[in-house]
């Protein structure tokens, strides 16, 4: 006997019928449009966008918005591209930007500092306004030659050379003789140690080390300034030992804040001063004064010129700067041949 399946007979289920209309008739299975749907088509834009943003970042900038547009129109692939585009083409953009800044920055402090270097002293267009005052009488700071400094400037040495013992110095004995030859004659000086002693001590360093020997003396002026500028052996007006170091007497005897270190003064002839490029941007570079000049008292005084040192310079003064100019090459070609302490 045969066991009926639980539940008893049940007739076999009838075929569902076909859905009208779909598929189309005489289409076939796998038609566009009846199955899986086809993969969506990639912008190529947001491609263009992405690689542009590498080579070209604005252009990637671009794109990328144009990509995205087209994309949102058309429902397209390559959102995601289109954004890395945009992305990287602005950062990219924004970072080139700022190079360029900084680099326009950069040139025109260059610049700037290049021509505040060209002469180191001002320059000779002011005319005399009359009856200028002395430079002031010399009070001794307290920490007078207790920490001489010469910090490394960013500039190389002109020549090689080695910056002077730095910390206290002494300010004895009170003046150092110096016999300075040139082919043009001898000058003598007299380095004020007691009321310049870390200026001293950087002359007599250089000189020691032949530093000055066999340089030209570059820069001659005449009128409200008459100095005969020398000490860098580039003969450029801009070389330097390679180091700096602060302002003495004058400078000393004024706060940094009185306006007083803008107004001229008389620096007599026959001072011997430090050239700088600014207050604490002293170096090698020095001039010799042959005529009453007007200066603001900003450049170190650290000595005198003897007589016959003077009478050296009247005759280099005499023959004039190159070209007719009052400020220049002076027509008498002067080198130093040596600078030796006695």
């Not at 306004?129 to 002395?134: H, P, R």
């Not at 016999?179 to 380095?191: A, E, F, Y």
């Not at 870390?198 to 002026?221: E, I, K, Y």
Request: hydrophobic share 35%; glycine share 12%; charged share 15%.
């Amino acid at each position: 006997m045969t066991t009926p399946p639980p539940g008893g007979d049940y007739p076999p289920p009838e075929p569902y019928p076909p859905y009208a209309g779909y598929p189309p008739p005489g289409y076939p299975a796998g038609y566009p449009g009846y199955g899986h749907p086809p993969p969506r088509q990639t912008n190529s834009l947001a491609v263009v966008s992405l690689i542009c943003a590498f080579l070209f970042a604005p252009l990637g900038v671009v794109f990328g918005h144009i990509s995205l547009s087209q994309i949102k129109r058309s429902g397209e692939e390559g959102r995601g591209l289109a954004i890395a585009g945009l992305v990287i083409g602005y950062l990219l953009t924004v970072v080139a930007v700022l190079v360029i800044v900084v680099s326009i920055v950069f040139v025109a402090a260059v610049a700037r500092d290049l021509e505040s270097l060209d002469g180191m002293v001002p320059d000779t267009t002011a005319t005399p306004t009359g009856q200028l005052d002395e430079l002031p009488k010399f009070k001794p700071p307290a920490t007078l030659g207790s920490n001489c400094q010469y910090p490394a400037t960013a500039e190389p040495a002109s020549k090689p050379a080695k910056s002077p013992r730095t910390g206290k110095v002494p300010t004895d004995p009170a003046e150092v003789s110096v016999s300075m030859t040139t082919d043009r004659g001898n000058i003598g000086l007299q380095l004020d140690n007691a009321q310049a002693p870390c200026t001293v001590n950087n002359f007599a360093s250089l000189a020691q080390q032949g530093w000055f020997d066999n340089t030209p003396c570059h820069r001659l002026t005449t009128g409200a300034l008459a100095v005969l500028q020398c000490g860098d052996p580039t003969g450029t007006g801009i070389g330097g030992p390679g180091y700096r170091f602060p302002n003495e007497y004058p400078t000393n005897q004024f706060r940094l804040s009185d306006p007083a270190l803008k107004k001229p003064v008389r620096y007599p002839r026959g001072t011997l001063a430090m050239a700088n490029a600014g207050i604490g941007t002293n170096g090698s570079q020095f001039f010799l004064v042959y005529e009453d000049s007007e200066l603001p008292p900003t450049y170190t005084v650290f000595g005198t010129i003897d007589e016959t040192g003077l009478a050296t310079l009247d005759k280099i003064a005499e023959a004039g700067v190159k070209g007719g100019s009052t400020d220049g090459e002076p027509v008498t070609a002067v080198e130093i041949e040596s600078v030796r302490l006695d």
